[in-house]
């Protein structure tokens, strides 16, 4: 129960920080406004990593068992910043969100079954609907 409510707050985190986010490059630009959120994020760990130098140690012993690709998540992440703040710019918090939960869930059904996981039909038919939700308020916004 706990690993839902985690969830479930990280969302409600993710929209929060897309926002404000979006709000800094809006004043900025959006390539200083994603510098300055993880300038700002490098800065917090530095400090953490002073109060808690063994997570340090042992995140660097272990460095050399990480594969290359698994960097990529760093650049990956700077580019989803960037992303979010064009379309924050164009489209509201909901349609923006709405759009990026329909993305992750298709991506981690890709996921799900390259790893050999069996994609049911109830996970299909909830995609169908958020996608279907979507494209009619889509609809809906665009006649008015």
């Given at each position: 129960m706990i690993y839902l409510i985690l969830a479930f707050f990280t969302g409600v985190i993710l929209v929060v920080q897309m926002?404000?986010?979006?709000?800094?490059?809006?004043?900025?630009?959006?390539f200083n406004g994603v510098f300055y959120n993880y300038f700002i994020?490098?800065?917090l760990f530095l400090?953490?990593?002073?109060?808690?130098?063994?997570?340090?140690?042992?995140?660097m012993a272990r460095l050399s068992t990480a594969?290359?690709?698994?960097?990529?998540?760093?650049?990956?992440?700077?580019?989803?910043?960037i992303l979010c703040n064009f379309s924050f710019?164009?489209?509201?918090?909901?349609?923006?969100?709405?759009?990026?939960?329909?993305g992750?869930?298709?991506a981690a059904i890709l996921?799900?079954?390259y790893f050999g996981i069996i994609i049911g039909t109830k996970e299909i038919t909830?995609?169908?609907m958020i996608a279907s939700g979507i494209a009619y308020n889509s609809y809906i916004t665009s006649r008015s």
């Open positions: 926002y404000m986010n979006s709000q800094l490059s809006a004043r900025l630009d959006s994020a490098v800065i400090l953490y990593f002073l109060l808690k130098p063994d997570l340090f140690t042992t995140g594969d290359t690709w698994m960097f990529g998540g760093g650049l990956i992440g700077i580019l989803v910043v710019k164009k489209l509201s918090a909901t349609y923006t969100t709405s759009l990026i939960i329909l992750q869930l298709i996921i799900d079954r909830g995609i169908l």
